[in-house]
């Protein structure tokens, strides 16, 4: 399956900071996920953003979704320790009824 | 949020031998479960979709002889690695998907995955 691009591909910030990651696509889609992963764990969902919507928040997230790019975004403001995880965009193409495509991942990390 | 239960979380095996990897998902019922590999510092790659009561769907160049899925039931999924070898290790996860209904967007919930380390 082609997967989505994401990048940067590692980020290194400090506490307090925003972190931004972005994801593109190839696909038509029906909704946009971002997923986070802990070293060796599993993951877990964050925020769903359907197709027809451009911009969702939940916390200290926020998403964008830009369908004629192919592109979205994950804004993690004010950025803690607890944040440092790789993190995923996953796709759910219009065609598949219930496959999820993984993009290729941003490392994050936050250091005191 | 719903709990899907992985395990082994790890384990460590001869080559040559079998290994079963179960995925449960506990207070949902769970009609397709979704099989992946990671490789350190990777993305997930799907193996294969698992339907309750019927054969698994797997991607291309994922060998069905080599890994065995089984969906015996709306809670439980199996992964068995047949004459596992070292190219086997790796880091599987499950993660399941509450039957779709109207407007449902299909939210996955993973299990914590089972690290494979075949010697």
């Known amino acids: 399956s082609q997967q989505g691009e994401e990048d940067p591909q590692a980020l290194s910030i400090q506490e307090g900071e925003n972190a931004t990651m972005n994801c593109s696509y190839k696909t038509s889609i029906n909704n946009l996920q971002w997923y986070r992963q802990n070293s060796g764990r599993g993951l877990v969902h964050l925020i769903l953003i359907r197709s027809n919507e451009r911009e969702k928040h939940s916390g200290r997230l926020r998403v964008t979704l830009d369908t004629s790019k192919k592109s979205s975004s994950l804004l993690i403001t004010a950025s803690r320790a607890a944040d440092t995880a790789s993190y995923f965009c996953a796709t759910r193409d219009t065609g598949t009824a219930s496959k999820l495509t993984f993009g290729t991942g941003t490392r994050l990390q936050v250091t005191l | 949020g719903a709990v899907v239960s992985q395990h082994p979380s790890w384990v460590i095996c001869k080559s040559g031998t079998s290994v079963k990897i179960e995925c449960r998902s506990l207070d949902f019922q769970a009609t397709t479960m979704f099989w992946y590999r990671q490789f350190p510092k990777q993305s997930l790659m799907l193996m294969a979709t698992?339907?309750?009561?019927?054969?698994?769907?797997?991607e291309q160049g994922v060998e069905k002889d080599k890994f065995l899925i089984n969906h015996a039931s709306l809670t439980l999924s199996t992964l068995t690695v047949t004459s596992a070898h070292p190219e086997d290790s790796s880091f599987y996860i499950c993660s399941a998907q509450p039957g779709l209904a109207v407007g449902d967007t299909g939210e996955l919930f993973f299990g914590e995955g089972s690290r494979l380390t075949v010697l």
């Open positions: 698992s339907n309750e009561g019927s054969k698994a769907t797997y």
